[in-house]
């Protein structure tokens, strides 16, 4: 395979014009989730993000870089990553980089990637699995940190219902450090979300309030979906109905209800402790 | 007790200069922890969090509010409150008080109160308490949302060692909803720290990595202090030497440490768990 010279990229034209319409396309891209639908593409922003996009073997088509915003972090190493792969290099001056990036102290990377499949049926689990499933999901920081927490506490797949976000927003990317581009999640309808749970034989497990028993008395050994509601509404008519366990985090004080990323943290925590112990 | 007139204040001059001497003291206690510590007196923005400061009974002496930022939501109630404290009411014009104001949607009312003792010492711990401990923490987005699940199981208080943050700062109160107003949290040096610790016969366990043993191993039915290091260093050797027990978070894949909230919701979901199972 013919290896590109990594220096023309460096010395063919720098794109310095905030109206160039490559840098209208990546101020879309981040902005606009049907912009990304239509192409098909996203931006993936961050050195970090980046690598793991490699080595998740995402499908880059672009790569824009600025060096003045480069901290020798080994920016120049994962640029020559690039070189055996599809993705075209572009170097974009301070302000029109800054223009497209979606950071306050951007680290002088963002590429183009292909979305990809997020259909349930991309998602194949062992005996056992331990599923997390989000209803409704809003805040795209809130998704990411709970990615962080289901990929620590070894989380089999995770499955967005009805997700009011898109999975592909900059700030989910961001806010995962990168593991929503590797991890095994999945994006349906309520319904499509109950038959594939229903499929697999696991036993759903949701937070709810009502005849509601303390978390920790779930039994999580077997095949089991763990399934929180939405920040603001908690679990609607749907799961409350076709859910096999009702659970609570007992709360004391006035508190109300918690992040969900520290209802999620409970959760998957007494998961890992009930299949740890076992 | 004599009963200021509400509508004096309203009919009184209106603050509109941004260069008025209030507006800038405002913005210099809400930005600097020395002006803060000087003048002993913090911002309180927003209403719910001024509700939960006039329960707890802070000391309040300035209310600034501007009714353009005002949305129905009980502020004529809120300053009704203030009526028989010592505060003085102060109204602002739309620009002074968008200065003034730490957030990007004020909510209108801001009021300055009397920073408060937290010494350990104004701890009270009842028989077989659960304290937190947060040895250096730094960003105050973190100790609110900890704060919010310390509140939410029970915690019977929360020691910070050696704070990187000052516990006046803004973003505390407004990422905890107001709860660090009414928490019993007290602020010391490491060695005061374990001193108190050690004087309430407390079994500190420490988040560590070597000769840890999962945290669900550890046991918290006794008076027990939960003890979490820094979001980027973790503990360091003083509280190692100085901890009865090492605990971990057994983590999977490679993910990276865990945010500070969801290390805590672990811990003290976990204490729950034990201490209702009693």
Known sequence: MYAKP?????????????????VKELVKLRESPRRRRELGLFPIEGLREIEVGIDAERNFTEVYFCPSFFRKRGEDILLHRFNETEAELFELGKDAFAKSSYRENPDGVIALAQTFDLQPSRLSLGASPLVLVLDEVEKPGNLGAVLRSAEAF??????????????????VIRSSQGLSLRM????????ESLDFL???NLRICG????????????????GVALLLGSEREG?????????????????SGSAGSQNLSVSAA???????RQRFSQ
């Open 184 to 191: 095994p999640v999945a994006v349906g309808s309520k319904t």
């Open 198 to 200: 229903r499929a697999h």
């Open 266 to 272: 409970c959760f998957l925590s007494e998961a890992a």
């Open 235 to 251: 679990l609607g008519p749907f799961w409350i109905e076709n859910q096999d366990e009702s659970l609570v985090i007992p709360m």
């Open 6 to 22: 990594f220096f023309t990229v460096v010395l063919s034209e720098i794109i310095l014009s905030l109206q160039n319409s490559r």
């Open 207 to 222: 937070s709810g309030s009502k005849n509601a028993v303390p978390f920790w008395e779930g039994d999580f050994t077997n």
């Open 154 to 171: 070894g989380v089999n797949a995770v499955l967005l219902s009805d997700a009011a976000v898109d999975f592909f927003n900059p700030n």
